[in-house]
């Protein structure tokens, strides 16, 4: 498939599947990566500056001390420094290979910075370890689907399949993603087949129906889509309710009509 056919599935692709449960962004990781500040409000500028300079002196010492790495790192967030981030979280990726959130946190500082190719690596040396983690996955897949190689996307998720059995990881989680690889090669029977099996071999879970939804929506089917965004919203569970229902909202909102022109 040619850039030019395959590029309308792109912007599509994006938004189904449920990808925004996830938290693929940058920042909302440090939550869970690094220990609370001690006070609730943030330091004072130049204190961060003389904090900084005081864990770098313990890292000139001991480079492998994890509270001065981790530490330093939530202060180059805070800055907004992903430069000076980015060696602090590929030290903190190479010594803790199974800690997922720092080889994520790694790939996505290196998309920001322009070097999507390494990042590609560094999920996938990662998807190595853990095969069934879904946000390297999704971060990868995605990532392939912008750069315009959805061929090696569903490929990846093919060998995850293989290698994660039921009950051992997000399969449900992982199938859905293939079924947006699917739709970003512009295969929409296949993509539609296999959330309706998910559909019916997890009747219970939300993802799958949304999932659907999203997909009927964006092929301009809004009324086959109504009731899934609906049943969507019933199964969810409490924390993903909300969420639904205000994707459903943007999903389903008609676009504007361009007013018309008046000839001179």
Same mark, same amino acid.
């Not at 492998?64 to 790495?69: H, K, M």
């Given at each position: 498939m040619s850039a030019n056919t395959q590029r309308p599935w792109l912007k599509f692709v994006m938004v189904v599947g449920g990808a925004a449960f996830l938290g693929l962004s940058v920042l909302p990781f440090v939550a869970n990566l690094l220990p609370p500040s001690a006070t609730p409000t943030p330091s004072p500028q130049d204190e961060r500056v003389s904090e900084a300079k005081g864990f770098e002196l313990v890292l000139a010492k001991d480079p492998d001390n994890i509270y001065a790495l981790r530490s330093l790192l939530e202060i180059r967030l805070q800055q907004k420094d992903l430069k000076g981030a980015l060696p602090l979280l590929a030290r903190l990726a190479k010594n803790h290979p199974d800690v997922a959130e720092y080889h994520i946190l790694l790939a996505q500082t290196q998309v920001e910075l322009g070097d999507k190719e390494a990042a590609v690596s560094t999920y996938r040396? &990662?998807? *190595? $370890?853990?095969? #069934? +983690?879904? /946000? !390297?996955?999704? #971060?990868?897949?995605?990532? %392939?689907? =912008? %750069?315009e190689r959805p061929a090696l996307a569903e490929s990846i998720v093919q060998q995850s399949l293989v290698q994660v059995k039921p009950g051992q990881g997000d399969v449900t989680g992982i199938q859905i993603q293939m079924a947006r690889i699917y739709l970003a090669q512009g295969k929409v029977p296949p993509a539609l087949a %296999?959330? @309706? *099996? %998910?559909?019916? =071999? +997890?009747?219970? @879970?939300? $993802?799958?129906? &949304?999932?659907?939804?999203?997909?009927? +929506?964006?092929? #301009?089917?809004?009324?086959? !889509?109504?009731?899934?965004?609906?049943?969507? !919203?019933? /199964?969810?569970?409490?924390?993903?309710?909300?969420?639904i229902k205000r994707l459903t909202a943007e999903a389903t909102q008609p676009s504007p009509t361009p007013s018309p022109t008046s000839s001179p």
């Amino acid at each position: 498939m040619s850039a030019n056919t395959q590029r309308p599935w792109l912007k599509f692709v994006m938004v189904v599947g449920g990808a925004a449960f996830l938290g693929l962004s940058v920042l909302p990781f440090v939550a869970n990566l690094l220990p609370p500040s001690a006070t609730p409000t943030p330091s004072p500028q130049d204190e961060r500056v003389s904090e900084a300079k005081g864990f770098e002196l313990v890292l000139a010492k001991d480079p492998d001390n994890i509270y001065a790495l981790r530490s330093l790192l939530e202060i180059r967030l805070q800055q907004k420094d992903l430069k000076g981030a980015l060696p602090l979280l590929a030290r903190l990726a190479k010594n803790h290979p199974d800690v997922a959130e720092y080889h994520i946190l790694l790939a996505q500082t290196q998309v920001e910075l322009g070097d999507k190719e390494a990042a590609v690596s560094t999920y996938r040396q &990662f998807l *190595q $370890r853990q095969p #069934g +983690n879904l /946000l !390297a996955l999704v #971060g990868v897949t995605d990532l %392939l689907v =912008q %750069l315009e190689r959805p061929a090696l996307a569903e490929s990846i998720v093919q060998q995850s399949l293989v290698q994660v059995k039921p009950g051992q990881g997000d399969v449900t989680g992982i199938q859905i993603q293939m079924a947006r690889i699917y739709l970003a090669q512009g295969k929409v029977p296949p993509a539609l087949a %296999l959330l @309706d *099996q %998910l559909i019916q =071999q +997890n009747p219970q @879970d939300f $993802r799958p129906v &949304f999932a659907k939804a999203q997909t009927l +929506n964006a092929l #301009g089917k809004t009324k086959e !889509a109504q009731p899934l965004f609906a049943k969507a !919203a019933e /199964l969810a569970p409490p924390e993903h309710r909300d969420e639904i229902k205000r994707l459903t909202a943007e999903a389903t909102q008609p676009s504007p009509t361009p007013s018309p022109t008046s000839s001179p």
